[in-house]
């Protein structure tokens, strides 16, 4: 079955950068949304940002203006873009995949990969 495999993640400090990968191990034919959440220590897994199959953007409002996701259908992976980069963005990042027909969607997650910002 299709797993998404995630990389890019590391230490950081404060004010640095980081790109988030995220490859399906197969194309995925019909693509809903594809996203990136995290999860801190001790905290509920949170949306950070999405991209729609129409090409739309959402970002958390934490992270607007400082993150960017993008995807390349050609190479089936989406990225993370994460510039000026805060103490608190750290937590374990899963990337997300919706596959729908019609009603009805299944979600696939990736491992996660963690990062962590240091002052």
């Known amino acids: 079955q299709v797993q998404l495999v995630e990389s890019g993640g590391g230490l950081v400090q404060a004010g640095g950068s980081l790109r988030l990968s995220c490859a399906a191990s197969?194309?995925?034919?019909?693509?809903?949304?594809m996203g990136w959440y995290r999860q801190g220590p001790g905290k509920q897994r949170v949306l950070v940002a999405t991209?729609?199959?129409?090409?739309?953007?959402n970002y958390a409002d934490s992270v607007k203006g400082r993150f960017t996701i993008s995807s390349d259908n050609a190479k089936n992976t989406v990225y993370l873009q994460m510039n000026s980069l805060k103490l608190e963005d750290t937590g374990v990042y899963y990337c997300?995949?919706?596959?729908?027909?019609?009603?009805?969607?299944?979600?696939?997650w990736g491992q996660g990969t963690q990062v962590t910002v240091s002052s």
């Open positions: 197969e194309t995925i034919v019909s693509i809903n949304a």
């Open positions: 991209i729609i199959s129409d090409g739309r953007t």
């Open positions: 997300n995949v919706r596959e729908a027909w019609g009603s009805a969607a299944h979600d696939y």
